[in-house]
Nanobody
Framework: QVQLVESGGGLVQAGGSLRLSCAAS????????MGWFCQAAGKEREFVAA????????EYADPVKGRFTISRDNDKNLLYLQMSSLEPEDTAVYYC??????????????????WGQGTQVTVSS
């Protein structure tokens, strides 16, 4: 069974940090591109970060550049999102996503065919 399961969300004060994890199972995820997206209340799901299969190429949405870092540990089938200097505007449900048609991640959510259930991140001011 293919599964992506996020963890690590929570409540943090502005300026704080969180590390999200995504445990992948059921497929050879080390061969595929993966990404993180977020969805704030009343808004569409938006791109946050993407990574290729070996972690050598990453992309970030402009609002998180320099604050968030995406990484992966293929030996453990884990995807990470290190979030620093958090702002109230970062409050959202964060989803990890995987695409099995490419080694590369994408900024386009339509390219991903597997999604986790999401983890809530709330940043207080």
């Amino acid at each position: 069974q293919v599964q992506l399961v996020e963890s690590g969300g929570g409540l943090v004060q502005a300026g704080g940090s969180l590390r999200l994890s995504c445990a992948a199972s059921g497929r050879r995820w080390s061969s595929y591109g993966m990404g993180w997206f977020c969805q704030a209340a009343g808004k569409e799901r938006e791109f946050v970060a993407a990574i290729n299969w070996i972690g050598s190429r990453t992309e970030y949405a402009d609002p998180v550049k320099g604050r968030f870092t995406i990484s992966r540990d293929n030996d453990k089938n884990l995807l990470y999102l290190q979030m620093s200097s958090l702002e109230p505007e970062d409050t959202a449900v964060y989803y990890c996503a995987g695409r099995t048609d490419s080694n590369y991640g994408s900024t386009d959510r339509a390219k991903y065919n597997y999604w986790g259930q999401g983890t809530q991140v709330t940043v207080s001011s």
